[in-house]
């Protein structure tokens, strides 16, 4: 047994030593579905249906005593455009999570396949939109398998973070990351290391800050990524300004620069706009613009209305109307 394994393992074994108090078991889904309208400066225009990041999940929580809370977690993407069970950009992609966590006065553990440090301090600030475009300004990653997790109890709040892992892209290193996190009267702000992302020895630094006020939100963050090519180093800025009009209303705008030129420039200026109408507690619209000047998100269509649902070629950029539904239960 790996040492990471050995340290969780003992944790558990620790906590499930006392007497079990209360456990529930949680079977949940998020389906999310969009009809888009797609301009690729190179290629044709197509109209089709996108997923907008469906998922199914189960949820098992036991309560070991009033301090420690073991939690089991497993977490399936739905491609309810292509009719299938993986990731709407990626069809390999046949997990979300699947984790097993422990929780406590001294912090949260977890080892599997989850939300990463980094992603969670650092970008998750400024991806709020709805539709599929969402969270593709970024370098860093969004989820690891055999990743070991930890988060630090919140000390007046400062906090801590930290993930390990082996799914990195690399048969030698670990994909480490690191965080410190402040938070207090509707203003935070996060530092965060990302290192070795990927297979070129890249590091990324961040930096990302938030402030509510009523009915605004404001986010901005900026990251530097450095590669062992310097040629190929580069950075992201992200703006967001969201406003919630009333209680099923929200509007929200993010202009972003993105300059990675290990990856093509990856969006180079990105414009995106949107709105939600939280029609009941389960259901909301979403309507949004997006635009980029270089390819990111934006593809061709690989197949008729309906099937349009993978990163297809070289796109050049573009812009997309997206219309669309979110029902969670």
């Known amino acids: 047994m790996q040492p990471r394994m050995k340290l969780f393992a003992a944790g558990a074994a620790l906590a499930l030593s006392q007497s079990a108090i209360a456990a529930d078991f949680e079977a949940y889904g998020s389906l999310r579905l969009a009809v888009e309208s797609v301009s690729p400066d190179t290629g044709d225009n197509y109209t089709g249906l996108r997923d907008a990041y469906s998922r199914v999940g189960v949820k098992f929580n036991t309560a070991i005593n009033?301090?420690?809370?073991?939690?089991?977690?497993?977490?399936?993407?739905?491609?309810?455009?292509?009719?299938?069970?993986?990731?709407?950009?990626?069809?390999?992609d046949k997990l979300r999570i699947g984790k097993a966590q422990l929780s406590g006065p001294v912090g949260t553990l977890w080892y599997?396949?989850?939300?990463?440090?980094?992603?969670?301090?650092?970008?998750?600030?400024?991806?709020?939109?709805?539709?599929?475009?969402?969270?593709?300004?970024?370098?860093?990653?969004?989820?690891r398998e055999k990743t070991l997790y930890y988060a630090s109890p919140d000390f007046n709040g400062l906090s801590f973070?930290?993930?390990?892992?082996?799914?990195?892209?690399?048969?030698?290193k670990n994909r480490n990351q690191y965080?410190?996190?402040?938070?207090?009267?509707?203003f935070s702000l996060a530092l965060g290391l990302?290192?070795?992302?990927?297979?070129?020895?890249?590091?990324?630094?961040?930096?990302a800050a938030s402030y509510t006020t009523g009915p605004w939100y404001i986010a901005g963050k900026y990251e530097e990524m450095s590669t062992s090519d310097e040629?190929?180093?580069?950075?992201?800025?992200?703006?967001?300004?969201?406003?919630?009009?009333?209680?099923?209303?929200?509007?929200?705008?993010m202009v972003a620069d993105v300059d990675l030129p290990?990856?093509?420039?990856?969006?180079?200026?990105?414009?995106?706009?949107?709105?939600?109408?939280?029609?009941?507690?389960?259901?909301?619209?979403?309507?949004?613009?997006?635009?980029?000047?270089?390819?990111?998100?934006?593809?061709?269509?690989?197949?008729?209305?309906?099937?349009?649902?993978?990163?297809?070629?070289?796109?050049?950029?573009?812009?997309?109307?997206?219309?669309?539904?979110?029902?969670?239960?």
């Open 112 to 143: 599997g396949r989850g939300w990463m440090a980094y992603y969670n301090a650092i970008a998750y600030p400024v991806d709020y939109f709805s539709s599929y475009y969402s969270g593709w300004a970024t370098p860093t990653t969004f989820r």
């Open 161 to 172: 973070s930290a993930a390990t892992t082996e799914d990195n892209g690399t048969e030698d």
């Open 231 to 253: 040629k190929n180093d580069g950075s992201t800025k992200n703006l967001l300004v969201q406003y919630r009009i009333d209680n099923k209303n929200t509007v929200r705008g």
């Open 194 to 207: 990302d290192d070795n992302a990927g297979s070129a020895d890249n590091q990324i630094m961040g930096l």
């Open 262 to 329: 290990a990856w093509g420039g990856y969006g180079d200026t990105v414009i995106h706009l949107g709105w939600d109408h939280q029609y009941d507690d389960n259901l909301k619209v979403f309507l949004e613009y997006y635009q980029e000047e270089s390819t990111a998100a934006i593809s061709q269509a690989n197949d008729s209305f309906g099937t349009s649902g993978y990163i297809s070629g070289t796109a050049n950029g573009g812009q997309a109307f997206t219309m669309g539904v979110r029902y969670d239960f």
């Open 179 to 186: 965080v410190a996190s402040y938070a207090a009267n509707n």
């Open 66 to 92: 009033a301090d420690w809370t073991l939690t089991a977690q497993l977490e399936v993407p739905l491609d309810l455009a292509n009719q299938g069970a993986h990731s709407p950009y990626d069809q390999e």
